[in-house]
């Protein structure tokens, strides 16, 4: 990681690392080290609250006070801690509320990736459909309104 750091930094361009399931990086705790130990502005961290669901961790209460100096964007996705299985935003115990509320408070420009996975949700893939996407869309503009963000 360290040389892909060094090199993202010879060619200028931004490294991602998401907290997928299943890897090193899956909780807060290691994600943390990893992003400590590359110790670059040109590697920053993917924040994807139903991946760390699916590890047992509460996104926005243990994850994100750890590694929120190096987040650079949000995958928007939730599942159920007590099945891991996905579910809409908003519907599972990714704490998406609080995660707006701080991306709000941030006053964050970016964007949201939605990955929702409604459909197949497996490790390093997932399939939501054209139908189930629109209900993935509908399911983020909710809390979106509600928190008074307007996206694009």
Same mark, same amino acid.
């Given at each position: 990681m360290k040389r892909l750091a060094r090199l993202a930094e010879q060619e200028g361009i931004? +490294?991602?690392h998401e907290n997928e399931k299943e890897i090193y990086g899956d909780n807060g705790e290691r994600r943390l080290e990893i992003l400590q130990a590359c110790d670059s502005p040109k590697v920053r961290a993917a924040f994807d609250p139903a991946?760390?669901?699916?590890c047992g961790v509460r996104p926005m209460t243990e994850?994100?006070?750890l590694v929120k100096d190096y987040i650079a964007y949000f995958h928007i996705k939730?599942? +159920?801690?007590?099945s891991g299985k996905v579910v809409?935003?908003?519907e599972g115990d990714g704490e998406l509320e609080a995660m707006i509320a701080e991306v709000k408070r941030q006053g964050y420009n970016g964007f949201l990736s939605l990955e929702?996975?409604?459909s197949a949700a497996e490790t390093f893939q997932g399939f939501s459909?054209?139908?189930l996407f629109v209900v993935a869309v509908r399911a983020l503009k909710k809390?979106?309104?509600?928190a008074g963000i307007e996206w694009n």
């Open positions: 931004v +490294l991602l991946n760390f669901v699916q994850a994100f006070p939730d599942a +159920l801690m007590e809409p935003a908003g929702p996975h409604l459909g054209p139908e809390p979106l309104t509600e």
